[in-house]
Nanobody, 125 residues
Framework: QVHLVESGGGSVQAGGSLRLSCAVSGVGVSSYCMGWFRQAPGKEREVVAA???????SYADSVKGRFTISKDTGKNTLYLLMTSLKPEDTAMYFC???????????????????WGQGTQVTVSS
């Protein structure tokens, strides 16, 4: 059974930084497509960043240059470093995994096999 547990959310002022963590159990963090989605109130859940098993990354245009996805295979943990945060980044952030080493493109909610419970990020202006 695969479990994803996020941590690291919180409240920060615009321009600040946060690092989200996703502790992975039941599968190696390098075995599946792994990534981060977010959902703001009244909006659809959208992919923010994704990482294939070979480490290659992709990002939503809205976060390119500001967010970085990474992993620590020793800790079996996925990370999302968020810098230069904006109020529009406010959302619930979810760790996600899909079967297999490659990520769907585009990676939609329908193609997520496993979800974490989410961690709230609030950015104030």
């Amino acid at each position: 059974q695969v479990h994803l547990v996020e941590s690291g959310g919180g409240s920060v002022q615009a321009g600040g930084s946060l690092r989200l963590s996703c502790a992975v159990s039941g599968v190696g963090v390098s075995s599946y497509c792994m990534g981060w989605f977010r959902q703001a109130p009244g909006k659809e859940r959208e992919v923010v960043a994704a990482m294939r098993s070979d480490g290659s990354q992709s990002y939503a245009d809205s976060v390119k240059g500001r967010f970085t996805i990474s992993k620590d295979t020793g800790k079996n943990t996925l990370y999302l470093l968020m810098t230069s945060l904006k109020p529009e980044d406010t959302a619930m952030y979810f760790c996600a995994a899909d079967y297999g080493p490659y990520c769907p493109a585009p990676w939609r909610v329908l193609f997520v096999a496993y979800w974490g419970q989410g961690t709230q990020v609030t950015v104030s202006s």
